[in-house]
């Protein structure tokens, strides 16, 4: 399922919304998911899972090919934990 | 400080970007959740474009061993969900968690 199939589901669902109402709806979800890690905040969904920002600490990495050392900086990273609920539901319990 | 965001507050982010009822945008919020997880638990990927990936990939069963215990115990094949975030995500969470 792509974004626009996910806005279509919800357009016929919701007959008396515009369709660019519900993708309006739609990116404001994902958009907010996005702006709350950006600011270091979690994202917690109950039964869905949850969004949260994971520190990786400075390295020094080296360039596969020439071998080299490169110092990496510490930087952050998206990390998403299935919730319990559709854990579940992917193995066919609920 | 971290803070946690919930349900409540995209649908609160949904009601002042719209303006529909905050119980209408609720029920979208959750109509979003619910088809995304219909069709992981049908086993079908969800790719959000500029958001990011959530796949479902099929593990092989293998011998666990409690860690507590050192026991061995079977793990069966099971069904798990991995999230490939995008490149514009990654980017918004490197550059705002920055210094």
Request: net charge positive.
């Amino acid at each position: 399922m792509i974004r626009s199939e996910l806005i279509q589901k919800i357009a016929d669902e919701n007959p008396h919304l515009y369709q660019r109402d519900v993708e309006r709806i739609v990116n404001t979800i994902f958009d907010e998911v996005i702006e709350a890690m950006a600011r270091g905040d979690r994202v917690e969904l109950r039964g869905f899972g949850a969004f949260s920002v994971k520190k990786r600490d400075a390295r020094i990495g080296r360039n596969p090919r020439t071998g080299e050392s490169v110092q990496v900086e510490e930087k952050h990273v998206p990390f998403f934990k299935t919730g319990k609920l559709l854990r579940d539901r992917l193995n066919g319990k609920s | 400080m971290t803070k946690t965001l919930t349900r409540m507050d995209l649908s609160e982010a949904v009601f002042r970007e719209v303006g529909l009822s905050r119980n209408e945008s609720a029920q979208l919020v959750e109509s979003v959740l619910n088809h995304m997880s219909d069709a992981l638990a049908d086993g079908e990927s969800v790719k959000i474009s500029s958001f990011g990936t959530f796949s479902v990939r099929d593990k092989a069963a293998r011998v666990g061993r409690n860690p507590k215990t050192g026991q061995e115990v079977p793990i069966l094949p099971r069904r798990v969900l991995t999230f490939r975030p995008s490149h514009l995500m990654k980017d918004r969470v490197a550059d705002g968690n920055k210094g």
